[in-house]
């Protein structure tokens, strides 16, 4: 084992060995409580995040008990894996010592060697399946290897489980193949697209989840991320949204990353676009630039766009400061020599390590005094007898749950055997909270706000006539039940006081609350405005339905209009544009490319194979349309509900046929002749969105008239190639 090997794993079992030693003594935060809930409605995905955290958290629970050290004890281990591939990825991109410096910065970074590190939430797995798809990718490019993409196509996909902004992943990939001009002819590849194929066959429940349930988190996220209103820029949001990551990343070290964006970015421009196979570190640092640039730009400027118009959380960008890190390191080497470059760097770093260190020492002992940071006026005020600054302390909210849980079991031992309430709350942070240190009491949150509660608990007809204790604290302001919940009676409120180091930091209220009547609660308050879950056929076709209104509807515009009128009147009349078009380009291209070449018996023998591929592909179709019999559009919705030009359809509307036949000529020619893949794309994607805008077809009837004619062509030139090889 080499110098730099042993100090690294060195690094890590110290390291490790410290978040051990206090992952068990802190009381969860509020996001792995929630996330430890997962664990107990399992299912195919979730209102705010995909699953994956949630079985982690039940695979280690399940072992090691429902416990802060089991619940935290994933991320500890994630990270020491995720922290070997990036040590293996900046090794193979530069050298053995500039991926040491990567992993020491790694652990000096908040961010990665507290956040992701010790708290278990989604970003821990997610780092774990981007690391892994970049050292794939790496492979990929170095090697050209085509089993590597199905790795990839795995890796990624598990990297979706875990959280929707591995959306990243394929749009970095693509960055990189078009910058680089050796790589490419992967578009030309049918590799890439089985790799994207294969993430979204893992990431199918998610899909299939939120057709269940009215696309209930795919919405959330987006409004979470976009917001509800259009984009207003704001110089606040956005300044606001550069310190809090300023915060994760530590603020000197969030400067030097800054420099280390604009290096890559000014290297990967310079020196990568002429990017080769087998260059190495010394050649200019051709390989580096351009691919850590990929993978870490796209991510940095998405997430900061939208913190110009939206309030954006700074763990969201993460991935890109994971990826950033690595030309960090290198950068740190190359100016090392210079020693006000490194005093910088200690400084940084040693800075960095001890905001750490005083943030794990503050959380479990309180050392930090939050009066003098307080503007006077602000520190002299006091809510419910808790001075502001004692509320403004985030570390409080670890704090406490064990009290609270003690008093709810004492409150709960009041009430006889045949008559035990239950607990709930009008926050789904208290309510996981609770949850978590009551595991063997069941937990509702009955709030006005859509969250993931709404969704484990659909029916509340089981809570009719029975008691309820009312749980609230002083974070919330909240301690008036009566004036929602429909209780016959409220009796007296029980207060829990918390202390720490002899102060009051927080307050916790249980109230008795008697004989519920859930059928007059406010429908804001049930899942009624998610609406009800769904088969997954029926979640399908009601998706198949609003998609086709997207096309056919909001994207009507007099342009579309024009065109696709014109296309529809002579499609009407049995002249179709569209077929004439595809068959003259690839009439065209296979002559060009062949029988002007002299190589005429081939022209000839890939004709006949073409016409063979249409006539299979249009005998498949035709039966298919004959066997489902669908029904088109303007039956399903109606005459005066959806947008219709000379095309007047009403049976046999699945598969697409039109589709199907431009997707079988349009890859039966990116198979031969490749080249021209973007005018396939554009003849092949432009049938399927003109039959929906002008009310033909339904989105799952071009989707499957696609895949049928990809399938086709891929069939029949298989078939072709194997007898001419043969």
């Known amino acids: 084992m080499s110098k730099y090997n042993k100090l690294f794993w060195l690094l890590t079992a110290v390291t490790t060995f410290l978040r051990l030693t206090i992952i068990g003594k802190l009381g969860l935060t509020v996001d792995e409580a929630h996330y430890w809930v997962y664990s107990k409605f399992l299912d195919l995905s979730y209102y705010d995040h995909p699953p994956l955290v949630g079985y982690i958290i039940k695979f280690f629970t399940d072992i090691f008990g429902i416990n802060e ?101 394929y749009p970095s990939i693509i960055l990189f193949l078009i910058c680089s001009k050796e ?94 196979v087998q260059c190495t570190i010394n050649d200019n640092n051709k390989k580096a630039a351009l691919l850590i640039a990929a993978f870490s730009v796209p991510v940095l400027v998405f997430f900061n766009a939208i913190a110009t118009f939206n309030e954006i959380l700074p763990h969201w960008p993460a991935m890109g400061y994971l990826m950033l890190t690595m030309y960090a390191a290198y950068l740190v080497d190359k100016f090392w020599q210079n020693s006000k470059f490194r005093k910088f760097i200690y400084f940084s770093c040693g800075f960095s390590v001890f905001l750490i260190v005083l943030l794990c020492v503050h959380c479990m002992y309180k050392i930090v005094p939050i009066e003098p940071f307080l503007p006077q006026k602000e520190a002299l005020k006091v809510e419910f007898g808790i001075p502001k600054a004692e509320i403004i302390d985030i570390s409080n909210d670890l704090f406490g749950w064990t009290e609270l849980a003690d008093k709810i079991n004492e409150v709960y031992n009041t009430y006889p055997e045949n008559n035990k309430p239950f607990l709930f709350t009008h926050k789904s942070y208290l309510a996981s909270q609770i949850y978590f240190y009551t595991p063997d009491k069941r937990v509702y949150c009955l709030s006005g706000k859509i969250d993931a509660y709404d969704l484990w608990q659909r029916d509340l007809s089981s809570l009719k006539n029975k008691d309820g204790l009312f749980i609230t604290s002083n974070v919330f302001d909240f301690a008036h039940p009566e004036k929602v919940y429909p209780f016959a009676e409220f009796e007296e409120t029980t207060e829990v006081p918390v202390y720490r180091n002899n102060k009051l930091v927080k307050k916790f209220w249980i109230t ?215």
């Open 69 to 169: 050290f089991a619940v935290r004890l994933p991320s500890v281990i994630i990270f020491i894996i995720t922290s070997w591939i990036f040590y293996l990825c900046v090794k193979k991109l530069f050298n053995e010592k500039i991926a040491f410096t990567g992993a020491v910065l790694l652990n000096v970074l908040p961010v990665f060697s507290f956040l992701g590190a010790v708290v278990t939430i989604p970003d821990s797995p997610l780092s774990l399946f981007w690391m892994l798809s970049f050292y794939l990718f790496i492979n990929i490019i170095e090697t050209g290897e085509k089993k590597y993409w199905y790795l990839l196509g795995i890796a990624t996909g598990f990297a979706f489980l875990s959280k929707y902004t591995a959306v990243m992943i």
């Open 512 to 726: 008795r609350c008697k004989c519920f009547s859930p059928e007059n609660l406010p429908a804001q308050y049930t899942a009624d405005i998610i609406g009800a879950k769904k088969t997954v056929f029926n979640g399908l076709i009601d998706t198949d339905k609003a998609v086709f209104m997207f096309f056919n509807g909001s994207l009507k515009n007099k342009f579309f209009d024009f065109v696709i009128a014109n296309i529809s009147f002579y499609d009407s009349k049995g002249f179709n544009p569209s077929f004439i078009i595809i068959v003259l380009v690839s009439l065209y291209i296979l002559r060009k490319e062949y029988y002007l070449k002299g190589d005429k018996k081939k022209f000839w023998i890939l004709l006949a194979v073409f016409v063979i591929a249409l006539l299979v592909a249009s005998g498949i179709n035709t039966y298919l349309k004959g066997l489902i019999q669908r029904s088109r559009p303007l039956t399903v919705l109606g005459d005066g509900n959806i947008n219709v030009f000379y095309e007047i359809l009403h049976a046999k509307s699945f598969p697409s046929g039109h589709t199907q036949f431009a997707f079988t000529a349009m890859f039966f020619m990116l198979l031969i002749v490749p080249k021209y893949w973007y005018l396939y794309l554009l003849l092949a994607i432009g049938t399927g969105f003109e039959r929906m805008y002008a009310g033909c077809h339904f989105p799952l009837d071009v989707l499957v008239g696609a895949i049928e004619g990809i399938f086709v062509s891929y069939i029949t030139v298989s078939i072709y190639r194997k007898i001419k090889k043969d």
């Open 183 to 276: 790589h490419r002819f992967w578009f030309a590849r049918k590799e890439l697209y089985f790799a994207m194929i294969i993430s979204f066959i893992i990431f199918l429940p998610v899909v299939i989840w939120n057709m269940q349930n009215n696309w209930a988190s795919f919405g959330f996220q987006l409004q979470h991320g976009f917001g509800k209103s259009l984009p207003n820029f704001s110089f606040t949001l956005f300044g606001r949204s550069l310190g809090a990551q300023a915060g994760y990343v530590s603020p000197f070290l969030f400067i030097f990353y800054c420099y280390v964006f604009y290096i890559v970015i000014k290297d990967a421009i310079k020196k990568c676009t002429t990017y080769n």
